[in-house]
C-alpha cells in the first residue's frame, strides 16, 4: 500500500509539475522542462538519466567534433553521426520521449528538431523550428539568409525553389509558420497530438486519456 501511495504522490507532483511549466519565461529552457517531465510522465518512473545531461553530452561531442561551430556543422553532427528519422517505427510513442530519442538514436521530425534546438542553445547556435503542417522544420540564420533543415532526411538543407515550393503549398493563414518561430507551447502542442495518435493507434486507451489530459492542461494553463 505504501509503495502504491508513494507512485501515486509521484504522479500527482509530476501532474503539477506540467501544469507550471508554461509560465517559464525563457523559450529554451520551457521546451527543455516540458520535455524533460513528459519524459517522466511517458515512463511512470523518473529514469536514471536527466535530459539534460543527455543534451550536455551531445553539446560536448559536437564542440570536440572539429566541425564549424554554426547550424550546419551542428546539424551535421546530430543527423549524420547522433540520429535519425525513425522510419521503420515511426508511431512509436516513445519517438515523442525526448529522452529515448537520444539514446535510441532515432526520432520524429518535431522531436529531432527540438534536440537540435536545444543542443544549440547549450554551443550558442541558434535553432528554432518551424511548425509548419505535414512536416516540421528546423531554421537557422546563416551569411545573410535562412537555412530550412529537414532534421528527419539526415538534417538536409532545403533549396531555395524547395523553400518556395513549400510556401506555396501552405495556405494563406500558415505562411507564416515558414518565417515566424514555433513556441515551446506550439512545439509542445503538436507533440502531445502526436502522441495522442500514436496512443490510439496502439489502441491503448488509458495512455490515450493519459495524453490527453497533458494536453487539456496545456491548454487551460495558456487559455487557449
Not at 36 to 57: M, N, S, T
Not at 204 to 209: F, H, W
Request: hydrophobic content about 45%; some cysteine; aromatic content about 8%.
Amino acid at each position: 500500500v505504501r509503495n502504491i501511495l508513494m507512485s501515486y504522490r509521484g504522479a500527482a507532483e509530476l501532474r503539477r509539475a506540467w501544469r507550471q511549466w508554461p509560465s517559464i519565461t525563457d523559450e529554451t529552457a520551457k521546451l527543455e522542462r516540458a520535455f524533460e517531465l513528459l519524459a517522466h510522465i511517458q515512463y511512470g518512473w523518473v529514469p536514471p538519466v536527466r535530459l539534460g545531461e543527455l543534451l550536455d553530452d551531445l553539446a560536448g561531442g559536437f564542440l570536440a567534433s572539429g566541425l564549424a561551430v554554426d547550424p550546419v556543422g551542428l546539424s551535421r553532427y546530430l543527423f549524420t553521426r547522433q540520429l535519425r528519422g525513425n522510419v521503420d517505427d515511426y508511431y512509436n510513442p516513445l519517438n515523442c520521449n525526448l529522452i529515448h530519442v537520444i539514446q535510441n538514436g532515432k526520432g520524429l521530425p518535431i522531436t529531432l528538431a527540438a534536440v537540435f534546438i536545444l543542443v544549440g542553445r547549450r554551443v550558442d547556435v541558434e535553432i528554432c523550428g518551424c511548425s509548419v503542417p505535414g512536416h516540421f522544420l528546423a531554421r537557422a540564420w546563416l551569411n545573410g539568409r535562412h537555412l530550412y533543415f529537414d532534421c528527419f532526411n539526415r538534417g538536409r538543407i532545403l533549396t531555395a525553389i524547395e523553400t518556395e515550393e513549400r510556401r506555396a503549398s501552405l495556405a494563406p493563414q500558415h505562411q507564416h509558420l515558414l518565417t515566424e518561430p514555433a513556441t515551446a507551447v506550439a512545439i509542445v502542442t503538436r507533440v502531445l497530438h502526436n502522441l495522442i495518435n500514436a496512443y490510439e493507434l496502439a489502441e491503448d486507451a488509458a495512455k490515450v486519456e493519459m495524453a490527453q489530459g497533458l494536453l487539456n492542461d496545456l491548454k487551460e494553463a495558456v487559455g487557449i
